[in-house]
């Protein structure tokens, strides 16, 4: 029996030939990563634990990213006892304000490689798996163990096959094709399990695109999204080869298919990322405001889709528009391009790299009785501020054509002409 | 460990982070003054109707989303004695554990005990007690994942190891 490529990284993690799932194993990890919401309680803990030199600090990363440029003081504190933490250790991963943006996309455009495992304190680091790593999210306790042992403990999760057949049509993009997954295994549907993308439809698909699918896994309680390494990946890394691949007699503990050539922009209604229907069925919702950023649809491809969409259009006077890239070389290189002009010229705003108002800390909080259509992952009660506020998840095709509309809108009309 | 005793509060599928503790508290790291907004996008008024000691029961996915760890310790730190589900969230089963916040599986938990009444959970037996007796099993965990609890959490598991680390 072969094994799928998450089980030959913890295996090989462990130092072991063979793993199988349900075992517990000790891993080694390759990369741990703080931010300035969780790092501050794992320094709290090893401040507690009366010793903080990481194993290595060649291995760990530190970023600001939720609330970036510090917006009180207790945020500006946090900020500074991270910075104080990387100094006092020479830690020299440490993204400072200005030169970050959301950890994930700095993990995937600097740091993590196929067959690393990588540990994060956020839930959402399982989108680094769309690089052929494992890559799981922590909690901060969790992580003050690792800073100071380099390891971790690990159950061996049972792996979903989410096979992915032809291509995508003009208007649809990987998040409707992970909230249509969602949708149908329900937000326990993946619980402790690694959730692999394959099939011919993944080689479609770009890194960004696979980056967005495996973002959201752990919205299925998943603990990784996983992606076979291919040469777009290779490319993207920049590495020599790839080898930790699943094999194909691999076991699976579930396959579900999708169809990419029928399928059509989904949108996640409140107050459940599974509560999952087609746009065009989702009937007339208002939109108060339309939010393009964040770990899962920030990057490049999002913000190109979304110019094209808004170019020579206006933002309705109904709502408002905030875009934010998901780190500075994605900013710049949207400045270079000319989308960002197009978002402003459009009556948006456009926002620093940063987590914006995804998880309701910063830069767009929703309040009584608003509605958000936005293009982050979860849409739980008060997420984006309010606890009588509604967030619709959607993809970066469907948030531009909201905005253009001021209510939730098929994207695909605005594709021809 | 001592004995976990305490009032029953029933919760429902799916409790997930952001209602435990909402994403605007995440600045704060006191466990203290994290407690005060515990469960507050779902009960509001939670921590100050609270006892020490008292029992969630939840159903299936309790602490989805985030791996934000202000969400156990603003429970542990209110009072709640311990968490009792049908099945966690992986994150948030960890965090517990690693603070030393007891979280239990059961099957059939939600359905046999009443809001309010008192029970009493047997970790090392793998059951909840009610009043009148009656027990209800729970699953059991691996070995070290027990011995890492009824030690008081990984934390405490750390200082074991690390408080004679010679300082730098």
Sequence with gaps: MGMTISEKILAKASGNKTVHPGEYTIGKIDLAMIHDLTGPLTLRVLREVGYDRPWDIEKVVIILDHQVPANSTVTAQLHKDLREYAKKHGIKNYHEVGRQGVCHQILAEQYVKPGMLVVGADSHTCTLGALGAFATGIGSTEMASVYLTGEMWFRVPETIRCSLKNRLKEGVSSKDIILKIIGSLGVDGGLYCAAEFTGEGVGTLSVDSRLTMCNMAIEMGGKTGIINPDKQTIDYTGVKDAPLKSDPDAAYYKTIEVDLATLEPQVAMPHSVDNVKPVSEAGNVIADQVFIGSCTNGRLEDLEVAAKILAGRRVSPSTRLIVIPASQRIYLEAENRGYLRTFIQAGGVVCNPNCGPCLGGHMGILADGETCISTSNRNFIGRMGSTAAKVYLASPQTAAATAIEGRLADPRKYMRG | ?168
């Design chain 2, 1 to 168: 460990m001592k004995e976990i005793k305490g009032r029953v509060w029933l919760f429902g599928n799916d409790v997930d982070t952001d209602v435990i503790l909402p994403g605007k508290y995440l600045v704060l790291t006191d466990p203290k003054d994290l407690a005060k907004h515990a469960l507050e996008g779902l009960v509001p008024g939670f921590a100050d109707r609270i006892k020490q000691g008292d029992i969630i029961i939840a159903g299936k996915n309790f602490g989805c989303g985030s791996s934000r760890e202000h969400a156990p310790l603003a429970l542990k730190h209110a009072g709640v004695g311990a968490i009792v589900a049908k099945s966690f969230s992986r994150i948030f089963f960890r965090n517990a554990i690693n603070i030393g916040l007891p979280v239990v599986m059961s099957k059939d938990a939600r359905e046999r005990v009443s809001e309010g009444e008192t029970i009493t959970i047997d970790l090392e037996g793998g059951a909840l007690v009610k009043g009148n007796g009656e027990r209800i099993a729970t699953e059991g965990y691996p070995d070290f994942l027990l011995k890492m609890l009824m030690d008081g959490g990984l934390l405490q598991n750390l200082k074991n190891k690390f408080s004679k680390v010679e300082r730098k």
